[in-house]
């Protein structure tokens, strides 16, 4: 499985911003995708989670409310709406496949393949 992360972008706070992840090679076995992020000097933390079988999402609490994630079967894409977005949501985003698991992972070593990181870039 690859996976090329885009969309990523420069935004005042209160902007929006659609991230995408394409998918491509073995997305058949794909269980979940989720999106992470990292801000400089800060760990990868966990944003948002779909399963690609049954749509079921899940969200870190820092952006339930803000952030949508959907799949679009398809394309072979996982998106990711933000909105409202504040200067805290600064960070490197990355798209992540799990191929082993049917219940959505919070953590990055419960998934497989990576995509390469979208800079996402919020200014107050």
């Known amino acids: 499985v690859q996976l090329q992360a885009y969309g990523g972008g420069l935004v005042q706070a209160g902007g929006s911003l659609r991230l995408s992840c394409a998918a491509s090679g073995r997305t058949s076995s794909s269980s979940n995708v989720g999106w992470f992020r990292q801000a400089p000097g800060k760990e990868r933390e966990f944003v948002a989670a779909i399963s690609w079988i049954s749509g079921s999402t899940y969200y870190a609490d820092s952006v339930k409310g803000r952030f949508t994630i959907s799949r679009d079967n398809a394309k072979n894409t996982v998106n990711l709406q933000m909105n409202s977005l504040k200067p805290e949501d600064t960070a490197v985003y990355y798209c992540?496949?799990?191929?082993?698991?049917?219940?959505?992972?919070?953590?990055?070593?419960?998934?497989?393949?990576w995509g390469q990181g979208t800079q996402v870039t919020v200014s107050s």
């Open positions: 992540a496949a799990d191929i082993r698991r049917r219940q959505l992972g919070l953590r990055g070593d419960e998934y497989d393949y």
